[in-house]
């Protein structure tokens, strides 16, 4: 009777066992990634930039993330297995800074590198930051606009949110280059719509029924810029300047139909790589620039079945 | 009500523990096979550090499943723990960081909003006669909802409240015995399942409990005002998770409000794991926390392998199945 109960513990540990060989038999550099997500198509993506780079510089990587960005406290139990390990550096994409600072002060006291990569720790116990320059690209996204525009005009901007570093950085980034560099292009609203489409469906329905004769229209992720052709087909209005941010399958068709006029893309397979290499210069006591710029690219009909572009696009 | 008390469930009361006892000694089995096995496999397992990230991992889960268990054990279910935890948080850190009350207030207040949680689903329960399953789901986002409009949907920090991450992070053992700092958060995860075991065994609420989830009809039959101490079970429940509530808001030094849903499930988990039945009547504090360890264990277990994260997810899935059939298998032998 015990023998059936202990089957069960039997057969998790022969698991264990049959996997050992495979993590013990290389002696090679260990360097746990853990993100914020896992499953997205967006975090598969930095997971192939980093197995690129592992293999690339004969690192052995794990990718390890929460099932989705509410699970905090599950983000720091990863992190503490991961410490387990004895790593020789780590890369970190933050959920709350705030909550997992003693493990990462623990980490860096015990002389173990840490990278940041996606959204960064508020906090100086990163050595870098590999993340999407998020302010020049939505000033990037501005230029494209005012391209479109003739240098004039009205616009308007749906935004996810007001709080989250990358929804401050992307409405920002936006609106200082219009203001700085284009005077005679007036942005007539700025609204939220928290990255949900069908939210942002109806505050860019909103902003449409307010203005009429809107010149463009800036979404600054996915949600958003999906909302916004949305209320753009539904309400059937003609003459709007689109500009997306992200990829996914709406928002490439949208480009693809003409709907969208083109879109921002960051580069998730060179956040993963760079954190990775990043992590590596780090452990071998280089100095590294405080924030690694992974770059982005602007997309739309003309480029978008490009190698350079596909690579980074998801659907 | 006094006819009861006496004598009558005396005899069933010892053959449950007598059977619960077997059990927890099948459940305490594989746990420590499963650590001989990881520690056989991976040099980095058996750590100092590493044990403690087990345990720290487990206070939680393990406070959660323990209040889960008492529902269970009445013969209901409870869905809502995930996201009253996150009520609880949250209603706390209205408490202490925008009322600015001192940290004692904070604690009462978790408390009693997880008793006051609790009351309400086991009113809905017990007098509306809304199945637990349904009443403990609408509960689940009723306070899901509501832990998202009072907080703004943006965590709340404790940074003004000296001494409340002490709560779960601090280390009393460790200021005693250096050598062993065992985080505060497993010290209150051990006290609740000692005192909530002694409330179940020693007690008439706990003898109703089972009598609950192996006949009420009976029981009510026999004059006990069943409705009244179904509630007050889902109340204890609720204070419990209230101190849940407290340990993940101390962990993260914040109330996130989004978070919480799944963590009914793997609560549920742990309680069968631990060998305690679905269907009411049979269960036991003890068997749920090493339910909640051999989570802990193969989650860390797993991780620290490197185990793709995908991989780990089925082998948890199966080692559930396995556990409940390997029970059901073993009771069947003996009925």
């Not at chain 1, 860096?108 to 906090?123: L, N, Q, R, T, W």
């Not at chain 2, 991450?165 to 051990?190: A, D, H, Q, W």
Request: glycine share 10%; aromatic share 6%; proline share 3%.
């Amino acid at each position: 009777m015990l023998s059936r109960r202990t089957l069960v513990g039997a057969l998790s540990a022969s698991i264990a066992l049959a996997s050992a060989p495979a993590a013990n038999a290389q002696e090679k550099i260990y360097i746990p990634l853990i993100s914020k997500g896992f499953q997205h198509q967006f975090w598969q993506a930095v997971k192939s930039g980093a197995d690129q780079a592992a293999e690339e510089f004969g690192v052995r990587i794990t990718f390890e993330g929460p099932d989705n960005e509410t699970m905090v406290d599950r983000q720091i139990d990863m992190l503490a297995a991961a410490l387990a390990n004895k790593p020789a550096a780590i890369g970190f994409a933050a959920l709350d800074s705030q909550a997992a600072i003693p493990l990462l002060r623990q980490a860096s006291e015990a002389g173990i590198p840490i990278i940041a990569f996606d959204s960064g720790v508020d906090s100086d116990i990163p050595m870098s930051t590999a993340t999407t320059d998020n302010v020049a690209a939505a000033a990037l996204a501005a230029d494209k606009m005012a391209e479109f525009l003739g240098g004039t005009g009205t616009v308007a901007v749906v935004a996810h949110d007001q709080t989250s570093r990358t929804g401050i950085d992307r409405r920002d980034g936006f609106l200082n280059q219009i203001a700085s560099e284009y005077p005679n292009i007036e942005v007539v609203s700025v609204q939220y719509g928290a990255g949900d489409q069908l939210q942002s469906t109806e505050v860019a329905k909103a902003i449409l029924t307010a203005n009429p004769g809107l010149g463009g229209m800036f979404g600054t992720n996915e949600g958003s810029a999906i909302g916004i052709v949305n209320a753009v087909r539904e309400m059937g209005s003609v003459g709007v300047t689109i500009i997306g941010y992200d990829s996914g399958k709406a928002q490439t068709d949208a480009i693809r139909e003409g709907l969208m006029a083109g879109a921002i893309t960051q580069n998730p397979v060179g956040i993963g790589y760079e954190t990775v290499k990043a992590a590596i210069a780090a452990m071998n006591g280089e100095t590294l620039p405080a924030i690694i710029d992974t770059g982005f690219y602007y997309y739309d009909q003309s480029n978008i079945d490009n190698a350079e572009i596909q690579a980074v696009l998801y659907d | 009500m006094s006819a009861i008390t006496t004598d009558a469930p005396q005899s069933t009361l010892s053959r449950i523990i007598a059977a619960g006892t077997h059990q927890r000694v099948l459940a305490f089995a594989s746990l420590i096979v499963l650590l001989i096995g990881f520690s056989v496999a991976s040099p980095n397992f058996m750590q100092t550090s590493n044990m403690l990230a087990i345990l720290q991992a487990t206070s939680v889960n393990g406070v959660l499943a323990i209040a889960v268990t008492l529902v269970i054990i009445t013969g209901g279910i409870d869905l809502s723990v995930g996201t009253m935890m996150t009520f609880c948080a949250v209603i706390t850190g209205v408490v202490l960081t925008y009322a600015g009350l001192p940290l004692m207030f904070g604690v009462i207040a978790a408390v009693l909003t997880g008793a006051l949680c609790g009351a309400c689903s086991g009113t809905f329960v017990a007098k509306m006669a809304i199945p637990p399953f349904i009443a403990t789901l609408g509960m689940m986002l009723i306070l899901k909802g509501l832990s998202l409009v009072i907080s703004g949907t943006r965590p709340i920090y404790f940074n003004d409240t000296p001494g409340f991450s002490e709560i779960s992070r601090g280390s009393l053992i460790g200021e005693i015995i250096p050598s062993v700092p065992i985080p505060n958060g497993v010290l209150i995860l051990f006290i609740v399942a000692a005192v909530t075991a002694y409330i179940l065994n020693r007690t008439v609420l706990g003898r109703y409990c089972f009598a609950l989830g192996s006949n009420e009809e009976s029981v009510r039959l026999s004059g006990v005002n069943t409705d009244r101490w179904k509630i007050a079970i889902y109340a204890l429940a609720g204070s419990i998770v209230g101190i849940a509530g407290l340990l993940i808001a101390s962990r993260l030094n914040s109330a996130q409000p989004a978070l919480g849903l799944g963590y009914e499930l793997e609560a549920i988990a742990a309680v069968v794991i631990g060998g305690t039945s679905l269907s009411g009547g049979r269960g036991s504090i003890l068997g749920s926390l090493i339910g909640a360890l051999i989570m802990a264990v193969l989650t860390n277990g797993l991780r620290v392998l490197s185990v793709a994260q995908e991989w780990q997810t089925v082998v948890t899935g199966a080692i559930i199945i396995l556990a409940v059939y390997a029970d059901m298998m073993r009771r069947n032998k003996t009925t």
